[in-house]
């Protein structure tokens, strides 16, 4: 069955960094785009960014352009989102999620708890 | 930036009809999908493509998209559907994605 597993989350000061990842199994990773959502304590949801099957596309949300980078090791079935210069806001469980050629986000991790504070 | 407009809340007696709307400019090019998220658990699709239902969704969750509007519609909802339901769709490009605020769904 289609696990995704999000990992690396944690506490972390305001303009530092950290990556996330996400393994994926029971499906051929590299044949499905892959997202980042993520979702602020008691708030909606947040889309953050997607790349290509391939790794040759991606598109992020304007709040993060420029910070975070996403990419994706098709080898060893994982995603990452590189965060840099972190700010409050982004305090938020972070969830991977795999989408259809077609476009649609069909399945989702459990989320990883990142949290930006001094 | 893109954006997708749902209202805060709908409530519903068990057994009644619940309607969700999401609304947004792009709409009417682009396809929409619903998805039901349970306190401190990861959402779940339960429409997508407009009106299409995922395998193990039940028949009461339907979908529909007119113009700029799309629609949830839960016929005969059941308590176990208080949620909160997110609709999800992309911008004109169709390269960056959008979700709208979430409609916390209310069945007493």
């Known amino acids: 069955q289609v696990q995704l597993v999000e990992s690396g989350g944690g506490v972390v000061q305001p303009g530092r960094s950290l990556r996330l990842s996400c393994a994926a199994s029971?499906?051929?990773?590299?044949?499905?785009?892959m997202h980042w959502v993520r979702q602020a304590p008691g708030k909606g949801l947040e889309w953050v960014a997607v790349i290509w099957y391939d790794g040759t596309d991606k598109y992020y949300a304007d709040s993060v352009k420029g910070r975070f980078t996403i990419s994706r090791d098709n080898s060893r079935n994982t995603l990452y989102l590189q965060m840099n210069s972190l700010r409050a806001e982004d305090t938020a469980v972070y969830y991977c999620?795999?989408?259809?050629?077609?476009?649609?986000?069909?399945?989702w991790g459990q989320g990883t708890l990142v949290s930006v504070s001094s | 930036s893109y954006e997708l407009t749902q209202p805060p809340s709908v409530s519903v007696s068990p057994g009644q009809t619940a309607r969700i709307t999401c609304s947004g400019d792009a709409l009417p090019k682009r396809y929409s999908y619903w998805y039901q998220q349970k306190s401190g658990q990861a959402p779940v699709l339960v429409i997508y493509e407009d009106s299409k239902r995922p395998s193990g969704i039940p028949e009461r969750f339907s979908g529909s998209s007119s113009g700029a509007m799309a629609t949830l519609t839960i016929s005969g909802a059941q308590v176990e559907d208080e949620a909160d339901y997110y609709c999800y769709s992309t911008d004109s490009s169709g390269n960056h994605g959008v979700f709208g605020g979430g409609t916390k769904l209310t069945v007493l």
């Open positions: 999620a795999r989408a259809m050629y077609t476009g649609t986000i069909d399945y």
């Open positions: 029971g499906f051929t990773f590299s044949s499905y785009a």
